[in-house]
């Protein structure tokens, strides 16, 4: 049976990507070797990583004076590398999910951390507003996708310092003003590669203004100098993310996958709005995420709530259940999901429904 594969990371990687990647494991550009066995100073996976940097570049539209880098050590590592090499005395961080808290947890072994606003006490079940970001802070910290919770910031604030953003759950999935940011990162196993590589983007301006010492592998400096190939980078994901990246561009570009993605959402979050026994778990409908929709069952169906996974299961649907913070369902929609495995969810949904 064809599987519908909603789960939140590592998730879905579009048919060219995989079909690619498994063709290049048997050869790799040519050379008769698997790409899990060449150089990563061969002139061939060179050839990768300044096609992979040129493209996060052209889908992005990143200004000049940035640099692109494919690092090892996840998203969370980033939420100590942030830090180490921005914040000279304070930061302001905007607390909207785990992802956030945990980024603040780690800034605040660098300096002052100033939490402008934060949604923890309603388990993060909105996007704070009307919050007044310090202008002597170094930068803006904020996670614009809240994988766990579903809620989104799909813009780039608009506060008197300089951004710097977690993307790792919708990146490539709206345009961005790079030019407000100091630093954006995404960790790859959301939205372009399987996991092991992440990718930054930094102002190489914003770079060398913090008086501590920084660790080689932990200074953005390094990886700058360096095209990212100070040490081995994780080879066979950056070839994965050259796949994805290519087919967006072939697919039209962020602008194109953000339509897509705007549609897949409105067709599940409608189902559930018109829906009696399912309901929606972000409290503004602004802040809901379209990257990935959480929902429940209404209370007096609460008791439902395995039985509608093990239904969806005999469609084929994989990967729906809630993080065990939210409960109920999380259906994660990410770039390379079918319009398909949407129609089949909600067709799922309108079964089990009329049936109770
Ligand atoms: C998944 C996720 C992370 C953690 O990523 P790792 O690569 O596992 O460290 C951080 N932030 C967001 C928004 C995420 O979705």
Redesign the pocket.
Known sequence: MKKHNFY??PSILSEYTIKNTAAAILDFAGTGLSVLEVSHRSKEFQAVMDEATALVKELLDVPEGYSVLFLG???????CMVPFNLLARKAAYLET?T??S??IKEARLFGEVDVVASSKDANFTFIPKGYTVPEDADYFHF??????YGTEMRYDPDVNVRLVA????DIFSRPVDVSKYDLIY?????NLAP?GV?IVIVRDEALGRVDRPIPTMLDYRTHVKKGSMFNTPPVLPIYSALQTLRYYKELGGVKELEKMDLAKAAKLYDAIDSSRIFEGTVTDPADRSIMNVCFVMAPEYKELEKDFIDFATTKGIVGIKGHRSVGGFRASLYNALPMESVDVLVEAMKEFEAKH
């Open positions: 939140a990371g050590g996840g998203a969370s590592l980033q939420f999910g992802w956030a945990n980024a996670t614009t996708n809240n994988t766990i977690d993307m790792s759950s995404a960790g790859a196993q959301k996991a992440t």
